[in-house]
């Protein structure tokens, strides 16, 4: 009988049948979710595209220090853009423009408007209920 000269087994001649494999199971994260990683992405495309359009674009372009004052007028503009193709709650498109542009949330957050304040902690309320953990029953 023939064998194979490099790893000394018979497979290579033809004269032995081949074993199938056994079944594999493959184990993925909990938390993976394809459409969600395909939205992120597709979520910054959208704000790529909005940043470079954006006036304030030149400024940003090399430099990602955000004068004070300024973040808030970044903020309005990207919501003003988001609003129009997408249908985001005020509490996203905070974490979305502060994440993209890299601003610490307390430093957007102390410059925002009351208004949008008081609706990123509605929306807060509405998705963590963190009202009832603090006992909290007004607002403003």
Do not use: W
């Amino acid at each position: 009988m023939k064998e194979d000269k490099i790893f000394g087994n018979k497979f290579n001649t033809g004269e032995v049948e081949y074993e199938a494999f056994p079944k594999i199971r493959i184990d993925t994260p909990e938390n993976l979710d394809i459409l969600e990683d395909y939205n992120a992405m597709e979520m910054q495309k959208e704000l790529l595209r909005i940043f470079e359009s954006a006036p304030f674009y030149a400024n940003y372009t090399t430099n990602r220090k955000i004068p004070k004052g300024e973040s808030c007028e970044i903020f309005y503009h990207f919501e003003k853009e988001l609003k129009l193709t997408k249908d985001l709650r005020t509490m996203e498109v905070f974490l979305l423009v502060a994440d993209f542009m890299e601003m610490k949330y307390e430093t957007l957050y102390k410059e925002i408007s009351v208004k949008h304040k008081e609706s990123i902690l509605k929306d807060m309320d509405e998705e963590f209920g963190i009202f009832k953990k603090k006992n909290i029953h007004r607002l403003f």
